[in-house]
């Protein structure tokens, strides 16, 4: 399994909006992809502006391929995108160790 790591920094005042429209966007449409095995978003304390989002994917090409290059990325930055103060950085992690 793959985590994708999101380090998203919107435009102020946003965050309940955004807040709901990337529920929104993981359930409708990223949800829909081939792949996707489930979402974590957590706010910053210390920077309410910020946000990390993780998705965990069967495979690295199931989100860099399979939903990058698909309509439903299209659908899910005209949900969340209108919010970003700037590209998200984006990074991806193979598991190696996990307890109990």
């Known amino acids: ?3 994708e790591l999101a380090d998203i920094r919107i435009h102020p005042g946003q965050q309940a909006a955004f807040e ?3 529920e929104r966007g993981l359930k409708t449409v990223a949800s829909q992809a081939k792949g996707f095995r489930g979402a974590k978003v957590n706010r910053c304390i210390e920077t309410p502006e910020r946000f990390v989002l993780q998705i ?3 495979t ?3 989100h860099t391929v399979g939903f990058r290059e698909s309509d439903l990325f299209k659908q899910w930055r005209a949900i969340v995108g209108p919010f970003f103060a700037g590209p998200p950085q984006v ?3 193979e ?3 996990q307890s109990a």
């Open 20 to 22: 709901q429209a990337i």
């Open 91 to 93: 990074e991806h992690f």
């Open 60 to 62: 690295l090409e199931d």
């Open 1 to 3: 399994m793959i985590l």
């Open 95 to 97: 598991l190696t160790y």
């Open 56 to 58: 965990f994917w069967d």
